[in-house]
């Protein structure tokens, strides 16, 4: 029987040491930012670029990986006797899947799947381990696709920001709409619906917001996982009051890469579930 290899992108933000423990190959999307691009990166290696970030007057633009990336990572796998599951970003916030499907029709779809997640970051990172941990059970191809199918649909994020200016600056938010907001203190509440980041809500006050996002949790949650971009100390005390809240989940804290970052800037706090 072939053995399963195990591909996701960046903004998964898996620790590299991980993946090179597993053999998960992370296939990065990149930054252009300053005149410079550069791959994503792991994280350990994002501070740098939210302190540029916070001082700039350049605002970055992300570019999903190439279709010869995918495809080089693909050959080397079926030459290796394996096939491949890939698991990417949404593709309403990328078109990494695109890519990822283009490559294994040019390489060879019978032995590659590739699925579109529909989320990002902690929640991208959970899927991928559950596809790692069902191969390694033994699992088929088709019996770990039809899992990570289901239990994506289970999961949830939840997220705020600590200024309005880089949702501004991507262009997800007009100079007037963030100019009332920052005098009125407004935080808004984005939440990932059929695949996309929108805007579900909006109250005075970050604490205000954080209240609204962990009321949204329900009891039956499995995993919490809090995504933050320098924000490291309220994202511990977030989770010892959810730990207190929601006894039987699996808590932990993520940091944000510059992919999904960018648009939401420092102090960034997010809430991904898993059903």
Do not use: C, W
Request: net charge negative; no cysteine.
């Amino acid at each position: 029987m072939s053995k399963i290899k195990i591909v996701t992108d960046s903004t998964a933000y898996i620790e590299k040491e991980f993946a090179e423990l597993n053999d998960i190959t992370i296939v990065p999307l990149s930054v252009n930012f300053e005149g410079s691009v550069s791959n994503e990166g792991y994280p350990g290696e994002f501070d740098e670029f939210f302190e540029r970030l916070s001082t700039s007057k350049d605002f970055p633009t992300t570019s999903q990986p190439s279709v010869g990336a995918f495809a080089e990572v693909y050959e080397r796998a079926i030459s290796e006797g394996n096939e491949v599951i890939v698991l990417t970003i949404s593709s309403k916030l990328s078109g990494t899947y695109n890519s990822a499907n283009t490559a294994a029709v040019l390489v060879n779809a019978s032995k590659i799947s590739v699925i579109d997640t529909e989320t990002v970051a902690a929640n991208l990172r959970v899927l991928t381990e559950l596809a790692l941990n069902l191969s390694k059970e033994g699992l088929s191809r088709a019996e770990i696709v039809s899992s990570i199918e289901a239990q994506k649909k289970k999961m949830g994020i939840r997220l705020t920001v600590g200024t309005l200016e880089y949702l501004k600056k991507g262009g997800r938010l007009s100079n007037t709409s963030a100019l009332i907001g920052s005098l009125l203190n407004i935080k808004p509440i984005i939440a990932l619906k059929d695949g996309k980041l929108e805007p579900v809500d909006k109250v005075r006050g970050r604490r205000k917001a954080l209240e609204r996002i962990s009321d949204d949790i329900t009891e039956d949650v499995k995993e919490i996982n809090i995504a933050h971009i320098f924000a490291l100390d309220e994202a511990t005390e977030l989770k010892e009051e959810l730990a207190k809240k929601y006894p039987n989940a699996k808590i932990g804290i993520q940091v944000l890469g510059p992919v999904v970052g960018a648009h939401l800037g420092p102090k960034a706090l997010g809430v991904l579930t898993k059903y």
